[in-house]
Every structure is written in structure tokens, then in C-alpha cells.
């Protein structure tokens, strides 16, 4: 089993920054487990943000949903078992319930049920 905490969310106005982090651990988990951000607005379905997959040797895909691509960026450190997401000039819209996931999966999808654990989630709300 892998238990991930995220951490970081919190209350911004539009423009500024938040980091998220997510924690990992568990005797299965190891730095080729896939990692991704998902969030979910109220009354609307949980969606993909950003994943961070490995392949090969030291090196990591970072892939991102249009809407954040260029003012978020996925990072991971392996020695503390965290992924990160920095999440730069932020906008109302990106108000929501940012959860962290991992996957054993190498290459997993974008949809929420390719990932098998889940964090318990933390607030990002971003004022106009």
C-alpha cells in the first residue's frame, strides 16, 4: 500500500503563488511510481492537472493539462519521496480540491481511475 499526504493549499489572490506538496510512503512505493496532481471544483468532476512518469535511467516525463501549461510546473524529489507542485500566476478558476495520486502503471492516462492512491486533498482558493 502507499499513503500520499498533500500539503500547501491555501487562500491567494489571483496572480500570486502556492506550492503543493505531496508526501509519500509505503512499503510498495519507489521513485518509478508514477505521480499526478488532480482537482475538482465544486459540483464539477475531478480532473487531471499534471503527472510526472518515469523513463529511464534519472530522467522524468512531466506532462500538463492546457489550461496550466506554462504557470504550473510538477517537480518530484526522490530522497524525501514528494512530488511538488509549484503553481505560479494563478486565476480564480483554478479554485479547487487539489489531490495527489500515484500509480505503479508506467505510462498511466489522464483520467482519475488510471491511478490507483489517492491523497486526502487540500483547498486552493484563489481570489479576483
Known amino acids: 500500500q502507499v499513503q500520499l499526504v498533500e500539503s500547501g493549499g491555501g487562500l491567494v489572490q489571483a496572480g500570486g503563488s502556492l506550492r503543493l506538496s505531496c508526501a509519500a510512503s509505503?512499503?510498495?512505493?519507489?521513485?518509478?511510481?508514477?505521480m499526478g496532481w488532480f482537482r475538482q471544483a465544486p459540483g464539477k468532476e475531478r480532473e487531471f492537472v499534471a503527472t510526472t512518469r518515469w523513463i529511464g535511467r534519472n530522467t522524468y516525463y512531466a506532462d500538463y493539462t492546457v489550461s496550466v501549461k506554462g504557470r504550473f510546473t510538477i517537480s518530484r524529489d526522490n530522497s524525501k519521496n514528494t512530488v511538488y507542485l509549484q503553481m505560479n500566476s494563478l486565476k480564480p478558476e483554478d479554485t479547487a480540491v487539489y489531490y495527489c495520486a500515484a500509480t505503479n502503471v508506467p505510462v498511466p492516462g489522464i483520467r482519475p481511475d488510471t491511478f490507483d492512491y489517492w491523497g486526502q486533498g487540500t483547498q486552493v482558493t484563489v481570489s479576483s
Open positions: 509505503g512499503r510498495t512505493f519507489s521513485s518509478s511510481y508514477a
